[in-house]
């Protein structure tokens, strides 16, 4: 990691801390103090997207430790947080647990879910992993739909508001303050994975199986543990979702979502701490930004106005990720990381 001019790494300590200056420090407080005093200043309809985003990061987080550092494809995440969904809501249904209890359960069944379609990864690769991490998405939907009284099928299964003490999380503000911890935990837990033995080891993987293969690295292990961690971040946004809307409803967890959450880490950059709060920002933003535009579209073109409405969405999503694959296929976080470099060393040319 490129650092301010002036500053060295004396011990190894220093060296692995993520928050190294005086500066740093100032706007990491300055972030936070924003950030957690935004429900004062900000209505419903913001503090919404905002939670939305959240949960979705979460997720992204997850899918970001499989495919941005170890290099496997996953086109069933949106799958892996049904069930974290699933299972937190049949806990607290079955057998009364509130939501802090039932997220263990969210971590357990999905992870282990995740570790039994994540198996095929030590013989299949590429888009031969694609198909089989789609299957995920289809056959977890039907087990769902065909779970009887278990999944209460077509009407899912409502779960009670979150409490916390005397506190009942009812209010897009109250939420608010439930899930953005949680998220700063995953994001900072995702970080240090990726700083870790076990990232070092991921990476290798994704650069070279093979030669990491030679230099001692289990495959089979560590590309199972990619993909318990990312299914373990969905169950966590699975849980997370079911009791912030209300319901567990397989609906909620469309294969659309899937791959929309790999376009994020594409247009975010794969393989860094920041390209999934950069692809998540843009691609949910820009899916706002639409709805915004619809109305105004269908009264200035009324001959394509529903249709933009169904479909502008899709189209112009479509269009930012392929634009991103051509032009800049390593991310915004690329980008970036460029202008850090460039305002560090300025006036010296990089």
Avoid at 88 to 100: H, K, P, Q, T
Avoid at 137 to 145: A, D, G, L, N, S
Avoid at 201 to 222: K, P, S, T, W
Avoid at 323 to 333: A, D, T, V
């Amino acid at each position: 990691m490129g650092l301010p001019g002036g500053t060295i790494n004396e011990t190894y300590s220093q060296d692995m801390a993520i928050v190294r200056t005086r500066l740093q420090w100032i706007l990491l407080a300055a972030f936070l103090i924003l950030l957690f005093a935004s429900p004062q200043f900000l209505d419903d309809y913001w503090l919404s997207i905002i939670n939305g985003m959240a949960i979705t990061l979460v997720a992204v987080f997850g899918l970001n430790i499989l495919y941005g550092y170890c290099g496997q494809l996953n086109l069933g995440q949106a799958a892996f947080m049904m069930v974290g969904a699933y299972a937190s809501a049949i806990v607290i249904e079955r057998f009364g647990l509130n939501f802090w209890a039932s997220i263990p359960f969210a971590i357990l069944g999905t992870a282990l879910i995740g570790m039994l379609f994540g198996l095929p990864a030590l013989r299949v690769k590429g888009v031969y992993l694609i198909i089989t991490t789609l299957s995920a998405q289809f056959i977890i939907t039907w087990v769902i739909i065909h779970g009887g009284d278990i999944t209460h099928i077509t009407y899912g299964i409502p779960v009670p508001r979150p409490t916390l003490g005397g506190i009942v999380f009812d209010t897009e503000a109250e939420y608010f303050y439930l899930i953005i911890p949680i998220t700063l935990l995953m994001g900072f837990f995702a970080k240090n994975i990726a700083r870790s033995r076990v990232g070092r080891a991921f990476i290798a993987i994704r650069d070279n199986d093979l030669a990491a293969e030679g230099m001692g690295v289990n495959l089979f292990y560590y590309k199972t543990l990619a993909f318990f961690l990312c299914a373990t971040y969905a169950g966590v946004a699975g849980c997370l979702w079911t009791n912030y809307v209300g319901i567990a409803h397989f609906e909620h967890y469309s294969f659309w979502d899937s791959v929309w959450m790999l376009g994020m880490i594409i247009v975010g950059g794969g393989g860094s701490a920041m390209g999934p709060v950069f692809g998540t920002i843009l691609i949910k933003g820009l899916k706002e930004f639409v709805v915004y535009l619809a109305p105004a579209v269908a009264m200035a073109i009324p001959a394509i106005g529903a249709q933009f409405s169904a479909a502008g969405g899709m189209i112009l999503l479509s269009l930012i990720i392929m634009l991103f694959l051509i032009f800049e296929p390593r991310g915004i976080n690329h980008r970036w990381e460029m202008f850090k470099h460039t305002y560090r060393l300025f006036p010296f040319s990089h």
